[in-house]
């Protein structure tokens, strides 16, 4: 009997889904978590094959963001598990909707491996979100604390590494329009940005493309299966900036999100592109104080834009992100202070030009 329903399940999936029957008969135990109660160590969540040997489980697709989270400079690995016979619904191409008991993990090494960040899909519809701590010696990793771990580790340069309490990880996934960050058709594309800060040229990962090719992105949009996606920009300085942006500040900073009446929309989308610029340039800042810049961006002036001194500082009230971080991108800094440099260059050029045409 329990032969004959496991023949018709595979049938089933086989009429439904388009599954192949032997890959339907030899399919791995699929494992939904309630949203409430996450598993109390890493190997439990489906990670691994082999949790002893850390060998990864045959599920998972390994990715690559092109605009990566600044962390600190943390070492990072991704993967994604999505349940058999399923697919990324994504004909809201700004916000996929995954499948129930799709998975998520993402890797934290400073040196070793210091923590792991997992996201699922329950059954009631929730994600759910929780933080695994290694043990020094690599062996295992844990469960961590509601509220997280402080001063987990150093990191690359001295400073001390957070992990992240449950309640931080929503006040960073639970503010844009999918929770799912990093794993969009922007960061996907085939057509990634070589000036992307901290995009290791080295990481491997599935594509955009390959996704579609499998059926485990369907729905996407014709114009975007026929273009690889990208950010438009005047140089590659700007797409790069814009890009970082997105990656860094528009999974807060967007115009679906919690922090949309605020008006400053710092995420690219399919719908509008990038209004970093149209919500930024010569726009009165809304944070005051002594010190602080009066506007968000001055083309031509970092210092006097506060976009650019709050990603430059590591004031625990002003910085941006608030969270995840305690040194400066540098990079990130250095990129931003010519994006604006340049953005001054063109607003002395454009005048001067139209000077030249009054005179003639």
């Not at 009230?317 to 340049?342: C, F, K, N, S």
């Amino acid at each position: 009997m329990d032969h004959q329903r496991l023949l018709g399940a595979a049938l089933f999936a086989l009429v439904t889904l388009g599954t192949p029957i032997w890959i339907a008969l030899n399919a791995p135990r699929w494992t939904t978590h309630a949203s409430s109660s996450p598993p109390a160590t890493l190997a439990e969540t489906g990670l691994y094959a082999d949790a002893r040997t850390l060998t990864l489980a045959d599920v998972l697709l390994e990715y690559a963001p092109q605009y990566p989270l600044w962390t600190d400079g943390a070492r990072k690995r991704r993967w994604i598990a999505l349940p058999p016979g399923s697919a990324i619904d994504a004909s809201d191409a700004d916000a996929w909707r995954f499948p129930i008991g799709t998975k998520l993990w993402k890797e934290f090494a400073f040196g070793r491996r210091v923590e792991t960040r997992y996201m699922e899909l329950g059954g009631d519809g929730r994600w759910s979100y929780a933080t695994y701590a290694w043990q020094p010696d690599e062996s295992s990793a844990t469960l961590a604390p509601e509220g997280g771990v402080a001063a987990a580790c150093e990191s690359s340069r001295g400073a001390l590494h957070d992990i992240p309490g449950r309640f931080d990880c929503l006040a960073c996934h639970e503010a844009s329009p999918s929770p799912v960050l990093g794993f969009s058709a922007l960061q996907l594309s085939s057509e990634r940005d070589p000036r992307a800060p901290h995009a290791d040229a080295r990481e491997s990962g599935v594509t955009l493309d390959e996704l579609v090719a499998r059926g485990l992105v369907r729905n996407l949009p014709a114009e975007l299966l026929d273009n690889a996606p990208r950010i438009a920009a005047r140089s590659s300085v700007e797409r790069a900036a814009l890009g970082y942006l997105h990656g860094n500040c528009g999974g807060c900073h967007n115009s679906r999100g919690a922090l949309a009446e605020l008006g400053l929309d710092l995420a690219w989308s399919f719908e509008h592109g990038s209004r970093a610029l149209a919500t930024t340039l010569d726009t009165p800042a809304k944070l005051q104080g002594r010190g602080l810049a009066r506007q968000r961006l001055v083309a031509g002036a970092p210092a006097e834009s506060l976009l650019f001194q709050r990603l430059a500082t590591r004031d625990p009230y002003l910085q941006m992100p608030a969270l995840g971080t305690h040194l400066v991108d540098e990079q990130a800094r250095e990129l931003m202070a010519a994006w604006i440099a340049e953005l001054g260059r063109r607003e002395r050029n454009s005048l001067a030009h139209g000077a030249a045409g009054t005179r003639r």
